[in-house]
C-alpha cells in the first residue's frame, strides 16, 4: 500500500498520470438505463463510443500494451462496453499487463463466464457490476442476470460494484443487497458508487440531495456491520457528502488518464466524459483518493496539499520532456521513488 502510494507519488512528479483507465470495445450486449458510456456526450459530441473504430485479435493485444507502455500506469481499468466480449484478448493480456507489476481491474457484468485462470492471478482485480436487488438488476441489466451471475462468478474472488440510483433508495433496500452479497462465497468485497448524473440531467437514476444523504447513513451502518464492505469507511463516505465542484478539483480526475475504443480517443475530463456534474459525483476512487488528501500528513500538511504541489512539478516536468530536456530528471525522479 505504502509502496503505491509512493510510486504513484514518483510518477505524478514526473508528469505521469498513475492511473490509466481503457475502454476496450466498443461492444456490449446489455443497455442499461443510465449508461454514461454510450451517452452521446461521453466522447465530447462529435462522435459517440458505437461509432468508434475499435480493434481485435493481435492488433487490440498489441495496442493496447502500446498506451500502457506510453502511459507507464500504476493501475489499470478496463471497461467497455464490455471487456468480456474480448476474453480471448485478454486471457493474453492480463497476464503481462500484471506480469509488468500494473494492478489491473477488469469490470464487468458477467453477462458470460469469468475465465477460470483470472481466479489466481495476481494484481487482477475483477469487479461486476450489480444494480440492486434481483427485479430491479434483472429489468436494468438483462442478459446479464443475477442466475447468470451467480453462475460465471463460480471459483473467483470478486468485488461486487453497486451503483445506487434512485431506484435503490427505499429504507432497508441496501441491507437486503450486502446480506445477499456478503454471503456469497465467491464474493470477496462489496462497493457502492452512487449515480452520478450529467449537468443539468433531471432521470430517474439521479438521486434527490435527501436521498444522497440517507444512503451515506445507510452504508455508514452496514460497512460497521458487513466485513466484506471494508473499503467504505467513514473517510471515503464523507467524499459523497462534498464531492469536488469541478474537474480541476478532482485528484481522481487528474490522476487518471482514459482511453476510449479506438485507443486514442481521450475521454475527458474524467471516465464519465461529456459534463459530468461534479457537485453530485458519487465515484468511489474520486471520493476515496479525496479520503487520502485529508489526510494529515506532517508540519500540519494534508496529502492533498502536498499532491497539488507534486502535481505543478509533474507538469513542468511534462513540458520538459516535451522539449526534449526533461528526459533523464524525470525517469531519476520516477526509479527514485519506487
Ligand atoms: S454493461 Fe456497462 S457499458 Fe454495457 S450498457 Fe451497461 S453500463 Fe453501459
Ligand atoms: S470523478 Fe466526479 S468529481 Fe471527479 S471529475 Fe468526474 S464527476 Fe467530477
Given at each position: 500500500m505504502i509502496g503505491g502510494v509512493v510510486s504513484g507519488w514518483g510518477r505524478?512528479?514526473?508528469?505521469?498520470?498513475?492511473?490509466?483507465?481503457?475502454?476496450?470495445?466498443?461492444?456490449?450486449?446489455?443497455?442499461?438505463?443510465?449508461?454514461?458510456?454510450?451517452?452521446?456526450?461521453?466522447?465530447?459530441?462529435d462522435v459517440v463510443l458505437r461509432e468508434l473504430a475499435d480493434l481485435k485479435g493481435q492488433a487490440l493485444i498489441d495496442g493496447v500494451l502500446d498506451v500502457v507502455r506510453r502511459h507507464k500506469p500504476i493501475h489499470l481499468s478496463i471497461v467497455g462496453g464490455e471487456p468480456l466480449v474480448r476474453f480471448r484478448e485478454l486471457e493474453t493480456l492480463l497476464p503481462q499487463l500484471t506480469g509488468m507489476g500494473v494492478h489491473t481491474q477488469v469490470v464487468t457484468s458477467a453477462v458470460r463466464p469469468i475465465p477460470e485462470s483470472w481466479a489466481r492471478m495476481k494484481r487482477l482485480q475483477v469487479c461486476v457490476s450489480i444494480d440492486g436487488l434481483q427485479p430491479e438488476h434483472d429489468a436494468r441489466r438483462a442478459p446479464a442476470t443475477y442466475d447468470r451471475i451467480?453462475?460465471?462468478?463460480?471459483?473467483?474472488?470478486?468485488?461486487?460494484?453497486?451503483?445506487?440510483?434512485?431506484?435503490?433508495?427505499?429504507?432497508?433496500?441496501?441491507?437486503?443487497?450486502?446480506?445477499?452479497?456478503?454471503?456469497?462465497?465467491?464474493?470477496?468485497?462489496?462497493?457502492?458508487?452512487?449515480?452520478?448524473?450529467?449537468?443539468?440531467?433531471?432521470?430517474?437514476?439521479?438521486?434527490?440531495?435527501?436521498?444522497?444523504?440517507?444512503?451515506?447513513?445507510?452504508?455508514?451502518?452496514?460497512?460497521?456491520?458487513?466485513?466484506?464492505?471494508?473499503?467504505?469507511?467513514?473517510?471515503?463516505?464523507?467524499?459523497?457528502?462534498?464531492?469536488?465542484?469541478?474537474p480541476g478539483e478532482c485528484i481522481f480526475a487528474q490522476t487518471t488518464a482514459c482511453v476510449s475504443a479506438d485507443l486514442k480517443t481521450p475521454i475527458?475530463?474524467?471516465?464519465?466524459?461529456?459534463?459530468?456534474?461534479?457537485?453530485?459525483?458519487?465515484?468511489?476512487?474520486?471520493?476515496?483518493?479525496?479520503?487520502?488528501?485529508?489526510?494529515?500528513?506532517?508540519?500540519?500538511?494534508?496529502?492533498?496539499?502536498?499532491?497539488?504541489?507534486?502535481?505543478?512539478?509533474?507538469?513542468?516536468?511534462?513540458?520538459?520532456?516535451?522539449?526534449?530536456?526533461?528526459?533523464?530528471?524525470?525517469?531519476?525522479?520516477t526509479s527514485g521513488a519506487e
Open positions: 505524478i512528479l514526473a508528469g505521469f498520470q498513475p492511473n490509466l483507465s481503457i475502454e476496450i470495445t466498443r461492444e456490449c450486449p446489455l443497455r442499461c438505463p443510465g449508461c454514461y458510456a454510450y451517452g452521446d456526450d461521453h466522447l465530447g459530441g451467480l453462475k460465471h462468478i463460480k471459483g473467483q474472488q470478486i468485488t461486487v460494484h453497486c451503483t445506487v440510483t434512485r431506484q435503490q433508495t427505499r429504507p432497508g433496500y441496501l441491507r437486503e443487497f450486502a446480506a445477499f452479497w456478503s454471503a456469497q462465497q465467491d464474493v470477496k468485497r462489496l462497493w457502492f458508487s452512487l449515480y452520478t448524473p450529467q449537468m443539468g440531467e433531471e432521470s430517474a437514476e439521479r438521486l434527490l440531495p435527501e436521498d444522497r444523504a440517507r444512503v451515506v447513513a445507510e452504508i455508514t451502518a452496514l460497512h460497521r456491520d458487513f466485513p466484506k464492505l471494508r473499503d467504505m469507511g467513514p473517510a471515503l463516505l464523507q467524499g459523497y457528502l462534498n464531492p469536488p465542484s469541478a475527458t475530463p474524467c471516465q464519465f466524459g461529456g459534463k459530468p456534474d461534479c457537485r453530485q459525483c458519487g465515484c468511489m476512487a474520486s471520493a476515496g483518493l479525496a479520503a487520502i488528501g485529508r489526510h494529515n500528513v506532517a508540519l500540519g500538511l494534508k496529502a492533498g496539499q502536498i499532491y497539488w504541489m507534486s502535481q505543478r512539478v509533474g507538469k513542468q516536468m511534462r513540458r520538459l520532456r516535451a522539449n526534449g530536456r526533461g528526459r533523464s530528471t524525470a525517469a531519476a525522479v
